[in-house]
């Protein structure tokens, strides 16, 4: 079974300009969570999909950030514009309903590493 | 909302010794805290997982304990080897079902 795949892994931009993520879930996972990951640190989460819809967004700065997942299955996370604070590694999680509220089992994929000079 | 803390950030031991990384939460509503595995460029893998209605939980060498009362689990692992080293991370889900994870422990297991 083929994991949770991003692209790019790796892109370096200059501050203020724009920028984009890519995340395709694992087959039949419902739920597409995205996480900000800064160094020394745990992940933090920015935006949950269930299906198309952004269930929680709480944590996404919605001035520079956005997000779509237009057909439920795979998604995008862009910036608009790139600060220097935002050098991190940005990563997409999927999970399928197990029946309890928050214990879905997330798996990750391999992040994309963000640098922005 | 949740805080989760983890303790040592970082933890040095011999091959074949046993490592212990304990994390602390502070909601009580809290009943699910998985247990991550992070390498150098990777994202983080799921190790091993206890929901709230078991104290124990058993994985060839890993396992994790889960205090409920006092707010703590840990996760043990036995028979270290080089491959262990890693960044863990633990986690446990606040009242709103979502993940909030620990700061990680660098793990070195030294031949």
């Known amino acids: 079974e083929a994991g949770v795949v991003q692209s790019p892994r790796y892109k370096i931009i200059e501050k203020k300009q724009p920028v984009a993520f890519w995340c395709n879930p694992i087959?039949?996972?419902?739920?597409l969570y995205w996480y900000l990951q800064n160094l020394g640190q745990g992940p933090e989460l920015l935006i949950r999909y269930e299906n198309e819809e952004a269930v929680d967004d709480s944590q996404l700065p919605k001035d520079r950030f956005s997000a779509e997942r237009l057909k439920g299955v795979d998604s995008t996370l862009k910036i608009q514009p790139a600060e220097l604070g935002d050098s991190a590694v940005y990563l997409c999680?999927?999970?399928?309903?197990?029946?309890?509220?928050?214990?879905?089992?997330?798996?990750f994929g391999p992040g994309t590493r963000l640098t922005v000079l | 909302g949740e805080n989760v803390e983890q303790h040592p950030s970082t933890l040095s031991v011999q091959e074949g010794d046993s490592a212990v990384i304990k994390c602390t939460y502070s909601d009580s509503a809290s009943n699910y805290f998985p247990w991550y595995k992070q390498e150098l460029g990777k994202g983080p893998q799921l190790i091993i997982d206890i929901r709230s209605n078991v104290g124990e939980k058993k994985d060839q060498r890993i396992a994790v304990t889960l205090n409920k009362t006092a707010k703590h689990f840990s996760l043990h692992i036995t028979e270290t080897q080089p491959e262990d080293s890693a960044v863990y991370f633990c986690?446990?889900?606040?009242?709103?079902?979502?993940?909030?994870f620990g700061a990680g422990t660098q793990v070195v297991v030294t031949p």
């Open positions: 999680a999927s999970s399928h309903p197990s029946g309890g509220v928050g214990t879905d089992t997330q798996y």
């Open positions: 986690a446990a889900t606040d009242s709103w079902g979502k993940l909030q």
């Open positions: 087959s039949g996972h419902n739920t």
